[in-house]
C-alpha cells in the first residue's frame, strides 16, 4: 500500500496526519472560535463573512466546512452539548443541576447562542434547526429523566412526581434562568435550580 494513503504505518515510524485529519482537526479549531466572534457580533452581525475574516479563514473554506450560517451555528451547539455530556456522565442529580449552571456561566456566548438559536427555530421555514431542537430536548428529557430515576431510587426525589414531567420542568428552569442570567448577571441560577432540586426531595419524616 503506498505511503500516502495513511492506513498503514511501518513499525517505528510517525504516524501520518492525512487531509481527513487535518480537515477535522481545523473544523473543530473553527469551531472553537465562533463563540468569541458571536460574543462580540452578536447574532444578527455573525455571518459566515464576518466569521472568516474574524478568524483568519476564507468565506469558501467556511462554506466547505459548514455550508451554511444556520449549519454552522447548529454544529457549535452539538459540540458544545458532546463536551458537557462527557462530563456529567454519572453523578448525582444536585451535581447534574450544579454542572449545567457552572457551565452555563463560564460560557456565556454559547448560552446567548442556544437562545438565539432556540428562536430561530421558531420561525416559519427553519426546518433544519426546528428539528434539531426537536431531537436535542427530547435527548434531554431523557437524559436528565435517568437522573431523576437514579435519585429516586436512592431516595432522594420524592415518589408521587411523574418523572417526564419533573424532566420538562428542569429543563424549562435551566432555559428561563440562564436568560435572566444573560440579561442581569446578579441572577443566581445555581441557587435556583438546587431549590428545584431541593423541592423534588421527599418530604421529611413527621
Wanted: charged fraction near 25%; aromatic fraction near 6%.
Amino acid at each position: 500500500m503506498n505511503d500516502d494513503a495513511g492506513a498503514t504505518n511501518s513499525p517505528g515510524r510517525p504516524a501520518r496526519r492525512g487531509p481527513y485529519a487535518k480537515g477535522v482537526e481545523r473544523r473543530r479549531q473553527i469551531i472553537d472560535q465562533v463563540l468569541a466572534v458571536y460574543d462580540e457580533l452578536g447574532f444578527e452581525s455573525t455571518s459566515l463573512r464576518a466569521i472568516a475574516d474574524s478568524i483568519g479563514v476564507t468565506h469558501p473554506v467556511l462554506v466547505h466546512h459548514f455550508g451554511t450560517r444556520e449549519q454552522l451555528f447548529l454544529e457549535v451547539l452539538r459540540e458544545h452539548d458532546l463536551r458537557f455530556d462527557a462530563d456529567i456522565e454519572e453523578g448525582s442529580l444536585a451535581e447534574l443541576v450544579r454542572r449545567s449552571a457552572q457551565h452555563s456561566a463560564r460560557v456565556p456566548g454559547l448560552t446567548a447562542l442556544l437562545g438565539s438559536m432556540t428562536a430561530h427555530a421558531l420561525e416559519t421555514g427553519n426546518q433544519r434547526s426546528h428539528a434539531y431542537f426537536v431531537q436535542r430536548y427530547a435527548r434531554l428529557r431523557r437524559q436528565v429523566g435517568a437522573f431523576l430515576q437514579a435519585a429516586r431510587a436512592a431516595g432522594t426525589v420524592r415518589d408521587d412526581v411523574p418523572l417526564d414531567t419533573a424532566a420538562c420542568l428542569l429543563l424549562a428552569a435551566a432555559d428561563g434562568l440562564s436568560t435572566q442570567w444573560l440579561l442581569d448577571r446578579d441572577v443566581d441560577m445555581e441557587a435556583a435550580l438546587l431549590l428545584l432540586d431541593r423541592l423534588l426531595a421527599p418530604p421529611a419524616p413527621v
